[in-house]
């Protein structure tokens, strides 16, 4: 904004601040002259004989997966300097341009500075400055107006991952909306098979171990942009000799620096797993000990209604093997036994009759549903030479240890996502991927493996009267824009609005039936200007306490420590959680400070990784102590141990038999597929990558970072002058959802056929419109199924692009 006159917004900070006669002293900034706005803040340092210096420590912002912990300098009460703090383990310290740019982003001019009320329409940004007592009074009553008119599962409250607040969704009672629909597709499908619970397809090891490893199939993760301190492992990989093959339909950052770039069509990420999979099963190029002993392929199917064999009728399908086994049959006695009987041989590839019922072996069903899926068929439908697709098969098969990366940006975002995780899942498990002692083997979204694998410790929750309890949500984020979900009342956290669901328009039509909508938030993101109240939040460098926030991440407990005070009228979330907690009355359950919390989070801890961890400890060591017992290298499945439902790798999903998909079938996307009538209206395909600038939505407005990158939309170069345009020009891409406006770019990297640009870009930076506008909402009927709920398929859109 910067000054002028938004056009989503109608409101500036700097006119905001004119028109509302804010003196300085009423934003809280301890008598900070000259520093009522950003740009006072970023002023020069004025030399005088003894400048106040001190070093403050926090971790940044975790979107990124990296959870770096940062040593920030404070000079005359400003952050001039960051760098990564020092950890016990050197390979953790870290920082990147992202990080480093929190100098200025913390000030930025889009910071939100005092408590707002809406006093236009809603989604019009126009907004009167109010106390924070008016503004947690407005917001309380109306909780407790909602709950009476419509029970607490009418509020709805929208936690974001980087969000420090621990207790709102329980004392507010309602709705907690955990199903995003983003960054789940892959996992959907790859983590049933390793543990029921699933946990977004997260790696079996951390990427630290591909140094280990021989040949590294890396589909779709341009992990040098988009989790950037992990380069260093990614060259120590190369430098080791592993050869990397990106498979990607654009040339990125990622690619470009690999062994091989292999380009393929999008979305169809699924044919090329299915097609190595008939690869590896017509060579026999399967270990077969390993299935035999570790997985559920010699299990038995009956072939009229596709369950598993158990050894006595199931009555609750939560059962687990130990107390139903699965029945297999045993080579050794000619007879059906338990999986888990003393003894028992289990034939792999095996079919009989029992009581005149067809009973098959998994691996031999997948054997027959493979037969749709020859290489012929992938390469045609992924793009991918046939040979070429034979030979990475025959490196990844036969010349390990070998790894399976792939990443959340590029086929997670199609309607198929669960698919291709299932089929990825299936792949890995035929060669032994997981669970061995050889080190170098793995697979999964190694972008993930700071946060879900490597060392993440279980601090003790705070306990809460018994009915401060979340209420069930009939329905999940990506599904919530209608009157089945029973929202009247919703919490937006941290820009959540936008990034949420496909079809921007839809949302915000629905947004406008809502009887009250709060945003919490840092900075004034597109979601802001949908609220009633707008509460402006700290970022992670101010604290009102000397402890803050605690986190167990990355083989470590981190502490955020105060680096700054509070800026303008700002607030913790901790602050926000205890003052609404007074209103809802349970002000007396909440801890007294985030001292407390802290103590009490370590004191109490139960996992063995951090008991005997205290606070005092953490706070000597400048915020960040080694969790109990870790590995040099995080591996998961060590001793073959799974929490499926046999304890074993579970590739046969019997939950998905209805829907077909109790082995992975080929899905093409529901949009953006090659034969689809609407091509000739709309023949590009709009996909979102992401950016080593950016984290989603965050980081948009830090001025020092958009002096490298403005919202363009990328073609190729054929595709850019086949419409009569030039790179530069401004365009509209458009589809029958909406449309937006910015430059677009000609570029090689960017395959024919196919329009890219960078995710999370606010509206206000576009030149018009949003690129939600456009984006698919389609609802996959198997999605309730799934583990982490419906993926939204961002990058299964098509467009058209013509000159604005």
């Given at each position: 904004m910067s000054g002028t006159t938004s056009s989503q917004s109608g409101l500036t900070r700097r006119s905001f601040l004119k028109t509302t006669g804010v003196a300085a002293?009423?934003?809280?900034?301890?008598?900070?002259?000259?520093?009522?706005?950003?740009?006072?803040?970023l002023a020069p340092s004025e030399a005088h004989a003894e400048p106040e210096e001190r070093v403050g420590y926090t971790f940044h912002y975790r979107h990124c997966q990296c959870n770096c912990h940062l040593k920030c300098t404070v000079r005359d009460g400003r952050m001039v300097l960051v760098e990564p703090n020092t950890w016990p383990d050197k390979r953790n310290e870290t920082v990147c341009l992202k990080g480093i740019s929190e100098i200025q982003h913390t000030y930025s001019s889009e910071r939100l500075q005092v408590p707002l009320k809406r006093v236009g329409e809603r989604g019009s940004g126009d907004f009167i400055e109010i106390t924070w007592e008016e503004a947690l009074d407005t917001i309380a009553d109306k909780v407790k107006e909602t709950q009476e008119k419509y029970g607490a599962g009418a509020i709805a409250f929208q936690t974001a991952v980087d969000s420090l607040t621990t207790f709102l969704p329980k004392l507010l009672k309602g709705q907690e909306k955990p199903h995003r629909g983003i960054d789940i597709g892959l996992g959907n499908g790859f983590s049933p098979a390793l543990a029921e619970s699933g946990q977004q397809g997260a790696s079996s090891n951390e990427v630290a171990d591909w140094k280990n490893a021989k040949t590294i199939l890396n589909v779709g993760c341009n992990m040098l942009e988009t989790c950037m301190v992990t380069a260093p492992y990614f060259f120590e990989a190369k430098e080791a000799g592993a050869e990397i093959i990106t498979l990607d339909p654009n040339f990125c950052t990622t690619a470009a620096k690999s062994s091989r770039w292999i380009p393929m069509i999008a979305g169809t990420d699924p044919a090329l797993y299915l097609g190595m999979i008939t690869i590896i099963l017509e060579n026999e190029w399967y270990n077969e000990p390993y299935l035999k002993t570790n997985t559920s392929m010699p299990f038995l199917v009956k072939r009229s209604d596709g369950l598993l064999l158990r050894e006595r009728p199931a009555v609750d399908s939560k059962q687990t093997?130990?107390?139903?086994?699965?029945m297999v049959w045993d080579g050794r006695t000619g007879s059906l036994a338990g999986y888990r009987a003393d003894g028992v041989d289990p034939v792999l590839d095996f079919e009989t009759s029992i009581n005149g019922e067809e009973f098959v072996?998994?691996?031999?069903?997948l054997k027959e549903s493979q037969k749709k899926y020859p290489a012929s068929w992938a390469a045609?439908?992924?793009?991918?030479d046939e040979d070429v697709l034979v030979e990475i098969t025959d490196k990844y098969a036969n010349h390990g240890p070998s790894i399976l990366s792939f990443g959340f940006g590029g086929g997670e975002k199609f309607y198929n996502a669960d698919v291709a995780g299932h089929a990825a899942v299936l792949l890995a498990t035929l060669v032994g991927s997981f669970g061995t002692d050889i080190p170098g083997w793995g697979a999964g979204a190694y972008v993930n493996a700071y946060q879900k694998i490597f060392g993440a410790g279980k601090l003790a929750s705070w306990p809460l009267p018994d009915e401060c309890k979340t209420a069930p949500a009939p329905k999940a984020s990506v599904d919530y824009r209608d009157e089945e979900s029973g929202i009247r009342f919703m919490w937006v956290q941290n820009g959540g609005f936008q990034q949420i669901a496909g079809n921007q328009n839809r949302t915000n039509e629905w947004a406008k039936t809502l009887d009250f909508v709060v945003v919490q938030d840092i900075w004034h993101t597109p979601s802001v200007d949908w609220a009633d109240i707008v509460l402006p939040v700290c970022s992670h460098f101010e604290v009102d306490e000397k402890v803050g926030f605690l986190r167990a991440l990355r083989g470590h407990v981190l502490l955020q420590q105060k680096v700054l005070d509070p800026l303008f009228e700002s607030k913790t979330d901790f602050w926000i959680d205890c003052e609404m907690a007074k209103r809802l009355g349970y002000g007396d359950f909440l801890p007294k400070s985030q001292e407390e919390l802290a103590r009490f989070q370590l004191d109490c801890a139960t996992d063995k990784a951090i008991a005997g961890i205290t606070l005092d400890e953490v706070i000597a060591s400048n915020g960040v102590v080694a969790l109990k017992n870790q590995p040099e290298i995080a591996r998961s499945y060590s001793g073959q141990t799974y929490k499926t439902t046999s304890g074993k790798?579970?590739?046969?999903?019997?939950?998905?038999?209805?829907?077909?998909?109790a082995l992975p079938q080929y899905e093409a996307p529901c949009e953006a597929y090659e034969e689809?009538?609407?091509?000739?209206?709309?023949?590009?395909?709009?996909?979102?990558?992401r950016s080593k600038y950016f984290i989603h939505q965050n980081l948009m407005d830090a001025t020092w970072i958009r002096q490298y990158y403005k919202p363009t939309l990328e073609m190729n170069p054929g595709d850019v002058s086949s419409r009569g345009l030039v790179s530069g020009d401004m365009v509209e891409a458009f589809n029958d959802r909406g449309s937006f406006s910015c430059e677009c770019v000609a570029t090689e990297a960017v395959r024919p056929g196919i329009a890219v640009i960078v995710e999370g870009i606010w509206s206000q930076y576009m030149g018009s419109g949003d690129l939600q506008n456009v984006t698919n909402d389609a609802v996959n009927p198997r999605g309730k199924a799934l583990a982490k709920g419906r993926v939204t398929p961002f990058n299964d859109t098509l467009i058209e692009v013509k000159k604005a």
């Open positions: 002293g009423t934003l809280g900034l301890a008598g900070a002259v000259g520093m009522t706005t950003p740009d006072g803040w093997g130990d107390d139903n086994p699965f072996t998994v691996f031999r069903l045609k439908t992924t793009g991918v790798i579970d590739l046969y999903y019997e939950n998905l038999v209805k829907h077909d998909q689809n009538p609407l091509r000739e209206k709309y023949p590009l395909v709009m996909t979102q990558r």
